[in-house]
């Protein structure tokens, strides 16, 4: 787990490197907001043992991330959805030596808007259905896991929009905030934190 976290941190430094060139920005812009970020590490698994008997078992609901980056890598059973900024729900198959890259909460932030946070849910498709059928007679293993990463601006780092995005028309929507108070608040938001009473 550790070497295969390591290369997709070296990934999304890389990839962070590319944005920030692509962005117009001065060179280590956005290396440099998540060079110690808390970054997690963060596969998710489910048994479709349980869960792969009927299409349409939602594994994870529709939800965007709070980071900057989450990498992706492939799964063995299908059921990543993506959404486009119209709406439209397209499915996601990610071909091996391949990675999936979306942008999260934070680089929206830093961007003014300009690069979208991306949303997406897990599904399990009438496939995948159909699929688990025929590996639960082999008795081969029939957990889905789905590896990601997702990578965090560093928490003492304010946010705002960077460069020419901090004087874009939406700038105004993006108040300066430090990185970990923005993910607090997301957490609240979604209910993920506990509240002293």
Not at 152 to 173: I, K, N, S, T
Request: net charge negative; hydrophobic share 35%.
């Amino acid at each position: 787990m550790d070497s295969w976290g390591q290369k997709l941190l070296d990934s999304a430094f890389t990839i962070s490197e590319m944005l920030t060139i692509g962005l117009g920005l001065s060179s280590s812009t956005l290396p440099e907001f998540i060079r110690f970020g808390t970054h997690i590490l963060s596969p998710s698994g489910s048994d479709l043992n349980i869960y792969g008997d009927k299409a349409g078992t939602v594994l994870a609901g529709f939800h965007s991330d709070i980071s900057f980056l989450t990498i992706h890598g492939r799964s063995r059973f299908l059921g990543l959805y993506l959404f486009t900024s119209e709406g439209d729900r397209i499915p996601c198959k990610i071909p091996k030596g391949y990675l999936l890259v979306q942008a999260g909460a934070q680089l929206d932030y830093l961007t003014g808007g300009y690069t979208k946070k991306g949303y997406y849910e897990v599904v399990v498709p009438e496939n995948t259905c159909r699929v688990v059928k025929v590996w639960k007679e082999k008795s081969d293993s029939l957990w889905a896991v789905h590896p990601a990463m997702n990578v965090h601006v560093e928490p003492d780092r304010v946010l705002q929009p960077v460069g020419e995005f901090g004087h874009g028309m939406q700038a105004d929507w993006y108040p300066p905030i430090y990185a970990g108070e923005q993910v607090e608040e997301e957490l609240e938001s979604i209910k993920l934190t506990r509240i002293a009473s």
